[in-house]
Structure formats: structure tokens, C-alpha cells
């Protein structure tokens, strides 16, 4: 899974000899994404999977010789493509989940150029959704305030990997559940779902449920539900089908039971009829779920619910009332979530799809992988774009503490810096910007990039462990940087010497431009 002009680079150095030469690369991206101000740093599990299988078959050469751009390539580059492994190969990567800002390297692969070429577009491709998925689904999180966020994208998602992905790296940024099958048999993502309004549509009379019989858990015996319904029905205005669907699925699942209420009329049909399947689950005893509303007002109809059921709860002494779930969908974003906490409702519970697996708001990450050092001497891109000059060498990055636990700055430093010690003035400077600088004295100082080499992959880290993770990097983080409106920039800066080192090496290899 790589794009073909990798191939064809590597094969230009190795007709020269220099496919073994050591190289540095470093991937990372430029700006967060959404208009925020972090971003989730996720993927690096199925990378390191992909470097302990990389690797070229012979179908593959195969392929690769049949291709005209590649067809007049010499046989001892193939046979150089057929041999490789990663053997010689060093990663060093933040540690998976960690929240990372523009410019700090996710990922620093130290490898032969040939080797390390080969491996941009995938380690990119492995890199850029999940992390940009998880940001999604953090910030959403956010926006809820502590409502349990469930994924609902598997039908729209970009295809089936596309899907788990998305059910994956949601479930790490935060989200409770998913509907996706798949996604909770592979990962162990707790599975949610309820019904569509083409189950409610499939009933139309309440004679097609007359029969059904539940184990009335109070008294041991098996009993016909439907008259225990009608007994609290007090309106013959509600649809019948649509009560008749709600008893079918109540006996179905009477331990879990949550309906949803907006097939024919949200508050004059289905509340009413949740609330008689309700009333008699609660009969049997048995506790009803709640309710899912997937249209209209959702904050208006939310609160209507709350009440009915904070009505019923203090008329009747129904205990079972007391904590419905109801929960709400239809296109929900960040940008809802966020009008939703600023006024009166009843929400409990979000299931989000399109806008959160298909990252509508800003569907590319945009991370980037750059050469910064080739045989031991550093490397620079410069560029008329400011954001697209690199910063050159190698480099360690460390995230400074302050007294009550808060980040306050990422550090970097070339690789032969000492490393930063608490407790001691470190001048840091904006490594684009001279006037920016500021003067941090640690408390503590956290190196942020561990080395994987040899046998990549780490079965002991879990899906589980990085959600913990994430939560808890972003309540130490100040939410001046996490919250959604005007959102101030973290500082990634660097140390006096890197500063020098960078802007020496760009004043020796940029271009001097000449007028007359």
C-alpha cells in the first residue's frame, strides 16, 4: 500500500548506491484540525503491525516488473526489494492517544534512505484518519459534558475499514459504545442499538401482538402482556401499530427496552406509548431502558420527555421512571453539542454518525513525512509558506510540567542537548517567531517519544488504556486550549541552540535572490 513514485525514488538511489545510506524521517502535521487547538495522536498500533509484516512477495514484484513505469528497471533492484525487511529499522513514536501539537513529530523513523522512503505513504496513511478521528470524537466528547457519546456511522462511514476504523478511534477518543458488530467483536467495543422506524413500520395493528406472553418476574408465571399495556393506556389517540411494535419489542427485550418515539408523532403517539410499554415492564418487574429521539427539536422534546417522566415517577411512585435514558441523533456535531450545553434539555445520551466517522468539518488531517537528517547531516525544506519549512536534525521533544500538574510548553531540543532538569529556568524559543519567548522552570519533564526497534507491536497496549489516556491528558490540560470557542494555542517551542541551528541552516541554504 504505498504510492508508486516511493518505488520510483527508491530505485533512482539505488541505481546511484545510495539506498543505504542512513536518513532520519520525521512524520507530523502543521495545523490542528476543526479549528481547535490539540489534536489526538492515534494509529501507531496498526503502524507498528505494518512493520513487522513489511515485507515485498514475489506476486508482488511480479506486479511491480509488469508495470510500464516500472518494466526497464534493472533485476538487482527487485532482487533489493524482494530481500528487504525492516531489520534495520528504528522508530520512536509518542506513546499512542498522547495529545500532540503541529510541528512535534508523531512518529521519527530512523532508517536506510531506500527503507525509509518506501514507508511514507503507508505510515501516513496509518496515521492521519485515526488521529483525526479520535480528535473528532474527543471534541465531541467534550461538547457533551458528560452525556455517554455512542457511535452510530457504520452506514455512511467510507466503506467497511472505513467503518472500523471509525468505530475504533472514536471508541478511543471517548465514545461509551458502537452499533457497528464488527467493530465489537474485533476490538471488544461495547455494542449498542435499539430499533429503526421500519421496525415500528412494520406493525399496524395491536392484533398482531394479542398473544405475545412475558415471564412476570414478581410472580414466576408466564403472562399475556398486551392487557397489562392496556390497562395504562388512558388515550385511544396513540398510533396502534406503533404500541404493537413497542409491546413486540418489549417482551423481545424487556431488560433493555428503549424505543424510538418519532416514527408517527413524537409526543401525542409515541411518548404516550413508551410510557404504557413502560408501566408494564415495570408490572412485570422488569426496568425500561428509555426513549431515542432522532428528529425535531431535540432540546424542546427532550425537556417534554424528562417531565412525563419525572410525572409519572412522583404521581404513581414508579421508582423504574426515575432514570430513563433518552437518547438523541439526526446529524448531530460538534457545533450542536455545543448549542445543545448552552440551553434547558433532557438529553442523557448522544448516538452520533455522518458527522463524526466521515469528519465532515475537516476531512483530512494533512500529516506530512520529511527527511531532516541524511548521513548524519541535518536537512531543511524551506519555503515561501512559512508553515512548510521544516525544522531540521534530530531532535527530542519533551512536554514541561508546572507546579499543579498543567502542561505548559512542549520543548524541543537537538538530540545531543542535555536533557531539561525540574526545577530549573529554561529559556524556549518560537522557533518562527524571534519576538516570541518565554522563560519556564519545570516541574516536572516528560520525554514524550519511546523507541521501538526490532519486533514492533505491543499486544499489552490496549483499546481500553489509550481511552483512560486520552480522558486524562485532556482534564490536565487548561480549557483555554480544549474548549470551542476562541480556543488559545498551546506553545511548541524550542531551545536556544535549535533555534540557532535552524535558522544558521537556513540562511546558508536558502537561495540569496539577485536584483539590478
Known amino acids: 500500500m504505498t504510492d508508486l513514485y516511493q518505488i520510483t525514488m527508491t530505485y533512482a538511489h539505488w541505481k546511484l548506491g545510495k539506498h543505504e545510506e542512513p536518513a532520519v524521517f520525521e512524520l507530523f502535521f502543521r495545523k490542528n484540525p ?9 494509529g501507531l498500533d496498526e503502524a507498528l503491525k505494518h512493520l513487522d509484516s513489511f515485507s515485498f512477495s514475489q506476486e508482488d514484484i511480479d506486479y511491480l516488473k509488469s508495470t510500464p513505469s516500472l518494466s526497464n528497471c534493472e533485476e538487482g533492484f527487485f532482487e533489493y526489494l524482494l530481500g528487504l525487511t525492516t531489520d534495520s529499522l528504528t522508530v520512536q513514536a509518542l506513546k499512542e492517544g498522547t495529545v500532540v501539537f503541529p510541528r512535534v513529530p508523531m512518529l ?3 532508517a536506510p534512505l531506500g527503507l525509509g522512503q518506501l514507508l511514507e505513504t503507508t505510515l501516513l496513511n496509518l496515521i492521519n484518519y485515526p488521529s483525526l478521528l479520535a480528535t473528532n470524537a474527543a471534541r465531541m466528547v467534550l461538547r457533551a459534558e458528560g452525556a455517554p457519546c455512542i457511535e452510530f456511522g457504520l452506514r455512511r462511514a ?17 465514545f461509551v459504545a458502537t452499533s457497528n458488530v464488527q467493530a465489537g467483536k474485533q476490538f471488544g467495543i461495547p455494542i449498542a442499538g435499539t430499533h429503526a422506524h421500519a421496525y415500528v413500520q412494520a406493525f399496524s395493528s395491536l392484533e398482531e401482538v394479542q398473544n405475545l406472553t412475558l415471564l412476570n418476574k414478581k410472580n414466576g408465571t408466564e403472562e399475556s402482556f398486551l392487557p397489562k399495556v392496556l390497562e395504562h393506556r388512558d388515550s385511544d389517540r396513540t398510533n396502534d401499530g406503533e404500541l404493537a411494535a413497542f409491546c413486540a419489542y418489549a417482551c423481545a427485550f424487556p431488560d433493555s427496552c428503549l424505543c424510538l418515539i418519532d416514527t408517527y408523532d413524537t409526543l401525542q403517539s409515541g411518548l404516550l ?7 408494564a415492564l415495570d408490572d412485570f418487574g422488569y426496568a425500561p431502558k428509555g426513549v431515542r429521539l432522532d428528529s425535531g427539536d431535540l432540546a424542546a422534546l427532550s425537556l417534554e420527555c424528562s417531565k412525563k417522566f419525572q410525572s409519572i415517577r412522583e404521581t404513581t411512585n414508579r421508582k423504574a421512571f426515575a432514570d430513563l435514558t433518552i437518547v438523541v441523533s439526526n446529524d448531530i456535531n460538534e457545533f450542536v453539542l455545543n448549542e445543545l450545553s448552552q440551553q434547558s434539555h433532557g438529553i442523557t445520551a448522544y448516538g452520533i454518525g455522518t458527522n463524526l466517522v466521515t469528519c465532515q468539518a475537516q476531512p483530512a488531517l494533512g500529516c506530512v513525512y520529511k527527511l531532516v537528517e541524511w548521513k548524519g547531516k541535518p536537512r531543511i525544506k524551506i519555503s515561501q509558506d512559512l508553515p512548510k519549512v521544516t525544522i531540521p536534525g534530530r531532535k527530542r521533544v519533551y512536554r514541561i510540567f508546572g507546579k499543579g500538574g498543567q502542561p505548559l510548553v ?8 542535555e536533557v531539561p532538569s525540574p526545577n530549573s529556568p529554561i529559556t524556549c524559543r518560537n522557533p518562527f517567531r524571534p519576538q516570541d519567548r518565554l522563560v519556564v522552570t519545570p516541574s516536572t519533564v516528560v520525554p514524550l517519544h519511546s523507541v521501538f526497534v526490532g519486533r514492533f507491536s505491543d499486544p499489552s497496549v490496549t483499546l481500553a488504556k489509550t481511552r483512560s489516556f ?13 474548549r470551542y470557542e476562541s480556543p488559545r494555542p498551546y506553545d511548541v517551542m524550542v531551545s536556544l541552540e535549535l533555534y540557532r541551528f535552524l535558522h544558521e541552516l537556513w540562511e546558508r541554504e536558502a537561495p540569496i535572490e539577485e536584483r539590478s
Open 34 to 42: 476543526f479549528k481547535g487547538q490539540y489534536t489526538i495522536f492515534c
Open 108 to 110: 521519527i523513523v530512523e
Open 158 to 174: 467510507q466503506g467497511p475499514d472505513g467503518a472500523c476504523s471509525a468505530s475504533k478511534y472514536s471508541y478511543v477518543g471517548g
Open 273 to 279: 406509548n413508551f410510557t404504557y410499554v413502560a408501566k
Open 410 to 417: 512542549d520543548y524541543m531540543t537537538l538530540a545531543s542537548e
Open 470 to 482: 486520552v480522558q486524562e491528558q485532556l482534564k490536565n490540560f487548561p480549557t483555554e486550549i480544549t
